[in-house]
């Protein structure tokens, strides 16, 4: 018998203000039973568990999610989560329109933005 991986959990200060955001850039709702001031959060559909935890993120993630944008190209996907809160860390987009964008959420937790599959196969 093998294991699989129920959820992502993701250590933070505040588990509904952070699944909120998350819940936004994903445009996947927070579960029907999570309300602020709670210790979790979940965005089922994505599998991801947000935790409250006592303390405060203290180095680079090790692990990290890469976002490819569905309806929008990677630059206006950008742009979008930079107005949900994120704050761009590094910009490794090049002028000939590969790389990526590596931002992070309001609580520093590093994630990538990469191009969509429609500007892949152009």
Do not use: I
């Given at each position: 018998m093998t294991s699989a991986i129920r959820h992502i959990t993701v250590d933070c200060a505040d588990a509904y203000t952070l699944g909120s955001f998350w819940s936004q850039a994903l445009g996947q709702p927070l579960h029907e039973d999570d309300r602020p001031g709670d210790p979790e959060a979940l965005i089922a559909g994505a599998g991801l568990?947000?935790?409250?935890?006592?303390?405060?993120?203290?180095?680079?993630?090790?692990?990290?999610?890469?976002?490819?944008?569905?309806?929008?190209?990677?630059?206006?996907?950008?742009?979008?989560?930079?107005?949900?809160?994120?704050?761009?860390?590094?910009?490794?987009?090049?002028?000939?329109?590969?790389?990526w964008a590596v931002l992070a959420d309001p609580e520093g937790n590093e994630f990538c933005v990469e191009r969509s599959a429609a500007e892949r196969a152009a």
């Open positions: 568990l947000f935790v409250t935890v006592p303390e405060a993120k203290s180095a680079k993630n090790r692990l990290h999610l890469d976002l490819q944008p569905q309806d929008r190209t990677r630059d206006a996907e950008v742009e979008r989560l930079l107005a949900l809160g994120a704050a761009l860390v590094d910009d490794r987009r090049k002028p000939d329109g590969t790389g």
